[in-house]
């Protein structure tokens, strides 16, 4: 996958905050049946992972440190 310099910080800050915002939800009384939540959650660390393989590879270019991002 082939991510753009400019874009490669906001999706990994998006996909992050997806994730925590996705676990505040499935922490609320407002979810009877987790499972659909708990394997979206999955979905979304497993996209994580593979978008911060990539940001690491362009990491220099763009000129922000990834761990900057997920602070």
Partial sequence: MKISNTLAPLLVSAVRDAIIYQEGFLGSDTVKD?????????????LLEILKEEYKEIEEEVGLPLDKILK
Avoid: R, W
């Fill in 34 to 46: 987790t499972t659909d939540y708990e394997e979206h959650i999955m979905q979304l660390e497993q």
